[in-house]
């Protein structure tokens, strides 16, 4: 238990950090967080302005690591982001540039913009924490996290994201719109200076790998597991779903689930932290049929008629 509320202390005060810069967004930032912890990566969808570039930016500098912001435009190739072995002449060897993906924290800014075939350079680096070059392998220093921008497909000059490249996002984020005060706070902090600017770390990526094998203690109980088994199954049954979530969905709930409670100050998951988590997890999985979309049914929709659903168990908490 001292080990996990030291773990609960440091990940607070990370989202405490982060919160300076992002006003009103404390759900979000702890997603972001939990998600980074289960050493997954996570897509912010929405419209351009409402600080998806500012929550990647204020994490990277929180935990201390390395940021490269990576532009996708039509034009990218995927030698632009992995990097690319260049002859030196002088030695008569082939020397590697790394591209922006070696870095520890990667923004992939407006992925949507870039052509399957460039998005598809980043599978490779979010898997298997490695990218390869020339037949030659490269491993990603750790911690590694990519947080990728998409503004929504109705936009123009998009490419829609193909279903394995969306698979490996293990949460799907929305920021939205700060309401009244929430804007009015926004302008006051930054009336002189933008906030990210003073932004100081406040833990180290040693601290980070420290915080992701803490979260591999924390307790799930067999009823919780069985929650999270029944929700992900449940998407295959539902009728206005042609494909349902797979089970990497089912690894990604229960990944999640362990570093939110862990943020939580909990060493065990609890049936809310599911529910919290399962919209993010399991919406970008799950492809609509014909007929579901001609009726404009969202996913997310479904995801929470789900939950409405599925039964939910009254999980014995460890003693």
Not at 259 to 278: E, F, G, M, S, T
């Amino acid at each position: 238990m001292p080990e996990t509320v030291a773990a609960a202390t440091v990940a607070r005060r990370i989202v405490n950090n982060v919160a300076q810069v992002m006003v009103g967004k404390m759900d979000v930032v702890e997603q972001a967080l939990a998600a980074l912890i289960a050493q997954g990566h996570v897509l912010v969808e929405d419209v351009p302005g409402v600080g998806k570039t500012t929550l990647s930016k204020s994490l990277a500098t929180s935990i201390g690591c390395s940021f490269k912001r990576i532009q996708f435009t039509p034009d990218l190739l995927p030698s632009d982001v992995a990097g690319i072995s260049i002859y030196n002449q002088r030695t008569g060897e082939f020397q590697f540039r790394p591209g922006p993906i070696m870095a520890q924290v990667v923004l992939a800014d407006e992925i949507n913009r870039a052509t399957p075939k460039t998005q598809s350079a980043l599978l490779e680096a979010m898997e298997e924490r490695q990218v390869t070059v020339d037949g030659v392998t490269h491993q990603l220093q750790l911690p590694f996290l990519v947080m990728a921008t998409q503004n929504p497909i109705e936009y123009e000059g998009t490419f829609p994201l193909p279903e394995a490249q969306l698979d490996r996002f293990l949460l799907r984020i929305n920021l939205g719109y700060p309401d009244f005060n929430e804007e009015l706070a926004i302008i006051e902090r930054q009336e002189q200076a933008n906030p990210l600017d003073k932004l100081q770390a406040v833990a180290t990526p040693q601290e980070i790998l420290d915080l992701q094998e803490s979260a591999k203690s924390i307790y799930v109980d067999r009823l919780v597991r069985q929650y999270i088994v029944g929700l992900v199954e449940a998407t295959r049954k539902h009728r206005d779903v042609a494909l349902g979530a797979s089970p990497r969905a089912s690894l990604g709930i229960f990944r999640a689930a362990r570093a939110l409670a862990l943020l939580k100050d909990r060493d065990y998951a609890v049936p809310d932290d599911v529910k919290l988590l399962a919209p993010a997890v399991l919406a970008h999985r799950i492809i609509l049929s014909p007929s579901a979309r001609m009726r404009g049914v969202e996913t997310l929709e479904v995801v929470s008629s789900l939950l409405n659903e599925v039964p939910v168990p009254g999980a014995a908490v460890r003693r």
